[in-house]
């Protein structure tokens, strides 16, 4: 629950922070929390060597992880913040089809059923129409969900490798800032003070929700911790209300219900089910 807030509270920043590019906020997001993490490993007395095996699978997990940031606040910007958090929380389901695909943690009915289910919620919140190329935000959440979702699979296996948190999310936000360092310095936005401080709260609540999340999925399956993940939506949904006005419409409310309802569903039926072992 705690990276559910702190990612609900990142996204309220980034949308306060105004009208600049999605790929500056970014930059800021992540030079935040790479240096949070430098930080934690510098006082922890880790060192920043990394072993061979595992650098192949770190820049799958930060480029997959940076592009859906990318899309992420995008979404943010452009759809109601519940709305573009809800999509994002399909990122879930995406890691057990990913981590069946290719980590072998094979997915059984119930989970089948659960993404099925999720992926109709999700139509409700998309509202998809002929003219949807016209406001594609709401396919560039679900992509922002999608490459999430391989990104979190990454670190699953990164942490099943031994690979500690704190280093995990300051390679992943490190190789962020550079990838998008040569945008920023052609096309770089002047921001006031305001601007600057709500992108540093932003930073450090990703920061938070990063190291709640890599912990997370290093220590349990995505099946085990996914029902917690969706309180985002609480958090999104309040703080949408109180801090910009936003209310989502009916059938926004009716794909949250759906999400999270199957979400729930699933994680008592797949502890009963561990239970019963």
Not at 33 to 41: H, K, Q, R, S
Not at 197 to 221: E, H, K, R, V, W
Request: aromatic letters at 14%; one cysteine or more; charged letters at 10%.
């Amino acid at each position: 629950m705690g990276s559910a807030f702190f990612f609900a509270t990142m996204n309220i920043f980034v949308r306060l922070s105004g009208d600049i590019p999605s790929i500056q906020k970014s930059f800021f997001r992540n030079i935040v929390a790479a240096i949070f993490a430098l930080f934690l490993l510098l006082r922890s007395h880790n060192d920043l060597k990394y072993k061979k095996k595992d650098i192949p699978l770190l820049i799958v997990r930060s480029t997959f992880g940076t592009i859906g940031i990318l899309c992420n606040f995008y979404a943010v910007d452009h759809l109601v913040v519940s709305d573009a958090s809800m999509l994002n929380k399909l990122s879930p389901f995406f890691v057990i089809i990913c981590s069946s695909l290719f980590l072998k943690e094979k997915s059984n009915l119930i989970q089948k059923i659960s993404i099925v289910i999720a992926f109709l919620g999700a139509l409700f919140v998309i509202k998809p129409s002929a003219d949807f190329m016209h406001n594609p935000a709401s396919l560039i959440a679900v992509l922002g969900a999608l490459t999430a979702g391989i990104a979190y699979t990454c670190v699953r296996q990164l942490g099943k490798n031994g690979v500690p948190g704190p280093k995990i999310v300051f390679f992943f936000s490190a190789f962020s800032c550079l990838s998008v360092s040569p945008w920023i310095v052609l096309h770089y936005t002047p921001m006031s003070m305001t601007q600057i401080l709500m992108l540093l709260l932003a930073g450090l609540s990703a920061a938070g929700g990063q190291f709640c999340i890599t912990a997370a999925y290093t220590f349990a399956p995505a099946k085990e911790i996914s029902v917690y993940d969706y309180t985002q939506i609480i958090f999104s949904a309040l703080l949408g209300f109180i801090v910009l006005g936003q209310i989502p419409d009916i059938w926004s409310i009716l794909g949250y219900t759906i999400i999270t309802g199957v979400a729930v569903w699933s994680f008592i039926r797949q502890r009963g089910l561990y239970e019963q072992k």
